[in-house]
């Protein structure tokens, strides 16, 4: 495979949206009229906030993926580039771009309604890849065409990351050509009910597989070694974008060759500390914020 002169640490392939974001006392019931106590827009999506969270913490990011020739593409794409992402590998069309509507409780839980028309994954030659030489990629499933056609191409020592947040047909297709499943608890108990169970079932198909748990923090397998990190304690604002700041995270701590427990630890606090600011893509660190908490963090 070709090298790029200056190689991105990270490529994040996946789902751009946009978020409209309302904070609300509770969730209403059938029927029920509202009033938001606040309200957020911004761009969103777990591979397009992943991209964001590795440019946060100090690192050369690049994004591939759709936005719609939109106002809400045109909003999500000066937001991408005002960030520092490298925005080549975008491809924009007339399909429109997807939009997520997520409501959110004074204690951080969320309700989450995603729209995006007949908007397709990309086919597998919509982006050309040769000159494409990242250090570390991470795929979110939802573009499952392009992904196969970089994996096919990708030198095998290059770290591979599967953000797997549910079971379906893209995580399905990707999760055993990965180096590393980094999935959550809702995709580990669609998977296998349990998620002690989960972990040995994916253990056999990747070569290291993570469960992240939310508060409870994460459990993992590498081969036959497997261990627990509980999560940093935060007051939690908005969980949203909480996962899209782990994957980041975890992405570029394997371009910068961290230990792997270092790894899970500068993971996690990217993680935790998305939750402490309302909107995923407000909440998601910087890398004086991480340093800080990560240094507290015993």
């Known amino acids: 495979m070709p090298k ?11 789902h751009a949206s946009y978020d409209l974001v309302f904070s609300v006392p509770y969730h209403p019931s059938q029927d029920e009229k509202m009033v938001a106590d606040n309200f957020l827009g911004c761009g969103g999506g777990p591979a397009a906030n992943a991209a964001v969270t590795a440019a946060r913490l100090g690192f050369k990011a690049a994004f591939a993926g759709y936005l719609g020739n939109d106002a809400w593409g045109d909003s999500h794409y000066t937001e991408l580039q005002n960030q520092g992402i490298e925005l080549k590998l975008i491809v ?9 509507t997520i409501l959110v409780k004074p204690d951080g839980k969320r309700a989450l309604i995603n729209y995006k028309g007949n908007t397709q994954a990309l086919a597998a030659d919509a982006m050309d890849f040769a000159d494409i030489s990242p250090k570390t990629v991470l795929f979110d499933g939802h573009e499952p065409h392009i992904s196969l056609a970089l ?24 999760m055993d050509k990965v180096s590393h499943l980094v999935c959550s608890e809702k995709f580990a108990l669609q998977y296998a009910g349990d998620v002690q169970k989960a972990l040995a079932e994916l253990a056999a198909l990747a070569p290291n597989v993570v469960i992240t748990l939310g508060e409870y923090g994460l459990i993992w397998q590498r081969g036959n070694e497997t261990g627990q990190l509980p999560a940093p304690s935060v007051i939690a604002i908005d969980t949203t974008g909480a996962g899209d700041a782990f994957h980041g995270a975890f992405a570029v701590a394997m371009a910068a060759n961290m230990d ?17 600011k309302n909107g995923a893509r407000p909440g998601l660190p910087y ?12």
């Open 4 to 14: 790029n002169q200056d190689p991105y640490d990270v490529l994040c392939i996946g």
């Open 92 to 100: 924009r069309g007339n399909w429109p771009t997807p939009l997520s």
């Open 151 to 174: 994996l096919a191409q990708l030198d095998a020592k290059t770290p591979t990351i599967l953000d797997a947040g549910s079971l379906h047909p893209g995580t399905q297709l990707l």
């Open 260 to 276: 792997w427990l270092e790894v899970l630890r500068y993971a996690s606090v990217a993680g935790a500390l998305c939750c402490t």
């Open 287 to 298: 890398k004086h914020e991480l340093n800080t908490l990560l240094a507290s963090w015993q």
